[in-house]
């Protein structure tokens, strides 16, 4: 579906309802397999719900709708090899491309992918079995990985080489990068954006999904990065905060005309919204492991809440 | 000797012309690795990046995935340590056609061990995907160019500058996968890579003289190691086999010749020269290989051993034939 009007209210309702499938079906998989990332769908369900809704320019999914095994890594000796970013579509010079960076939230991209109808609801079935490409920490195979982003802080340089080669090459379509707030801790990343700055990378878009919490808990105890948006700033970034559960907040700085910046998109997000009892959680987001069939239950119940509230977000 | 000024400066624009696919990329070392006149001749298929390894490299996968090829050029030191996991994920893993050009390898740098790139051949050998090319004379460096973009995958070159030697006919180009094969006799085998090559001809040469009979690889090709073509070289070889290098004994080409033999269960004596588990030090080249025995009277005395033999070679026999005045080892640190 393609944006048009980012205030449309048809629009913002799919966004919204996007948002709580893609937080339902993580949640119904981590009861199902006894944890998961979920902090990170409550936080970041509306962002990509808002990419995929249509603020990405993208032509419908060119991979099955069941994801292929594994193939061997890219290699010499492996043609066969493959990426998943056929899931965002075919690769056209006017098209987005969408670098996927924050890798530990593989389980909520493929959520977000079975959402939007581009990857089968069975295709989950998969989620980190053996020999899959549906893998706990995602890689270039995963479904909707366009680069092999695990390790923090690279896939946004690998991001703007492809956004400078894209531009030299007179391709019009943006190059858009999900980041998570913690990468703002990474040297690499401040190397990046000096650089998309001083070399005019207008077309490129980053989201961060500003939920303020990283592995060791929050980040105001790890170390904090304040005032991002400044220092982004600094940096020659043409910043937008935003609250990062308003679909139209979201959706509107991809709309805006280039002026030579790269765009951030500050995100600022809720690690718990949508789902309270996960709260009681709380300095330990990050990932979540039932410690007694008591808790698992009530998180069965918020499961059983979500479901009976389908249909009417 | 024939010494060549900057052999890479002008042939960098030369091949960048017959490929526009070509894009060279630097990080604050442009005309320390001779690639200013291409920066200032072709504009186009340059881009400077400033001083930013890390995101250098990734930014050079991410332009290779778009058709595109990046051609890194920086220090070995830098492009190796600095930006390990960044060549591995970045790179490698998806087996991109980026060319990583190394400058300044082993000791080849007075500006000490921060500058000395002792364990790029090491770092670059356990990554999968890789291809490694060492550079040993200016045809190498002039030839290593088109070998280079014709692999499917990414390379990491070991580039001289500077004044090189020309120990090799112009004409005569890198093949990648093949040692040069410099000699050939049962007494030793001798196998040198990079600027170490220039040392086992001279040393080699006196020692035919006085009547050894020796085998002599120049090997480029570090990975994917020749594996066929020296253990052919090795046959018939009685005394035993000597690798000298400009890096560390572990890991590079002595590493690679020790596996070799080994799996092969070639039983000879083997002896690695090398840097010996040490870190280097600012000072000269001269010196450095002196200390380190990396050079010509290092050789001499490991043959000596391996053959029970003291063949009298004085030591003026064994240094350079040129003295010419080497601007290219202390200028741009």
Not at chain 1, 34 to 55: D, K, N, W
Request: aromatic share 6%; charged share 20%; net charge negative.
């Amino acid at each position: 579906m393609a944006l048009r009007r980012s205030d449309d209210p048809a629009w913002i309702a799919d966004v919204r309802r996007t948002a709580r499938g893609i937080r339902r079906r993580v949640l119904a998989h981590t009861l199902a397999h006894g944890g998961g990332y979920m902090s990170q769908a409550c936080s970041s369900a509306e962002i990509l719900a808002t990419l995929y809704r249509g603020a990405l320019r993208l032509g419908p999914p060119a991979d099955p709708p069941i994801p292929r095994p594994f193939a061997g890594p890219p290699g010499a000796g492996n043609p066969d090899a493959f990426t998943g970013a056929g899931y965002n579509g075919p690769r056209a010079p006017e098209l987005d491309r969408f670098y996927f960076s924050p890798v530990h939230y593989a389980l909520v991209l493929y959520s977000a992918l079975i959402e939007v109808a581009r990857m089968a609801p069975e295709g989950l079935d998969q989620f980190n079995r053996d020999g899959s490409t549906v893998e706990l920490i995602g890689a270039e195979h995963s479904p909707g990985h366009e680069v092999t982003a695990g390790s923090l802080g690279q896939c946004l340089s690998q991001a703007a080489g492809a956004a400078w080669a894209r531009r030299r090459s007179g391709e019009t379509g943006r190059n858009v990068v999900f980041l998570s707030d913690g990468e703002l801790q990474e040297g690499q990343t401040w190397e990046t954006f000096a650089t998309l700055a001083w070399h005019r990378l207008d077309n490129v878009l980053v989201y961060v999904d500003m939920n303020a919490q990283q592995c060791d808990g929050a980040m105001d105890s790890v170390m904090g990065i304040d005032p991002s948006g400044d220092r982004l700033a600094a940096f020659g970034a043409r910043v937008v905060e935003v609250d990062g559960h308003d679909p139209a907040a979201l959706a509107a700085p991809a709309a805006l005309a280039p002026d030579g910046r790269p765009v951030v998109v500050l995100a600022r997000t809720d690690p718990c919204r949508g789902l309270e009892i996960l709260r009681e959680r709380a300095p330990k987001l990050h990932y979540l492991r039932f410690t007694s069939n008591e808790e698992r239950a009530r998180y069965a119940a918020a499961l059983a809440e979500f479901e009976e509230g389908e249909g009417d977000a | 000797m024939n010494i060549v000024k900057r052999p890479h400066r002008t042939n960098l624009i030369r091949f960048a012309a017959r490929h526009p696919e070509v894009v060279v990329l630097s990080a604050d070392l442009t005309s320390s690795c001779e690639a200013d006149l291409l920066r200032d001749q072709r504009a186009d298929q340059f881009l400077s990046l400033g001083m930013a390894e890390q995101n250098m490299v990734s930014f050079a996968g991410g332009m290779a995935r778009e058709g595109l090829t990046p051609w890194v050029h920086t220090f070995a030191v830098f492009l190796t340590r600095r930006t390990f996991d960044q060549v591995a994920m970045s790179i490698a893993y998806p087996n991109l056609r980026v060319r990583l050009v190394g400058f300044l390898p082993g000791i080849t740098t007075p500006g000490g061990v921060t500058h000395q790139a002792v364990d790029d051949l090491a770092l670059m050998r356990v990554i999968p995907n890789m291809t490694i090319i060492e550079c040993g004379d200016a045809t190498d460096d002039e030839t290593v160019l088109e070998v280079a973009q014709a692999v499917d995958g990414p390379v990491y070159i070991r580039m001289l500058r500077g004044l090189v030697p020309r120990l090799f006919p112009a004409d005569q180009a890198l093949v990648l996968g093949r040692c040069r094969e410099l000699g050939q006799g049962e007494d030793v085998a001798v196998l040198t890579s990079g600027i170490c090559t220039e040392e086992g001809l001279r040393a080699l040469a006196a020692l035919r003289s006085r009547g050894l009979a020796a085998t002599h690889l120049h090997v480029s090709t570090i990975k994917p190691f020749p594996q066929s073509q020296v253990l052919d070289a090795l046959a018939g070889v009685r005394g035993g086999v000597v690798v000298l290098e400009n890096h560390s004994i572990i890991g590079g080409l002595g590493s690679a010749v020790a596996e070799v033999m080994a799996e092969a269960g070639l039983g000879l004596p083997l002896v690695r020269l090398g840097l010996q588990d040490v870190y280097a030090q600012g000072a000269s080249r001269e010196y450095l290989m002196a200390k380190h025995g990396l050079d010509a009277a290092a050789l001499v005395c490991a043959i000596e051993g391996l053959v029970d033999a003291d063949f009298g070679v004085p030591a003026e026999e064994l240094t350079a034939d040129v003295t010419a005045p080497d601007e290219g080892r202390v200028e741009d640190l």
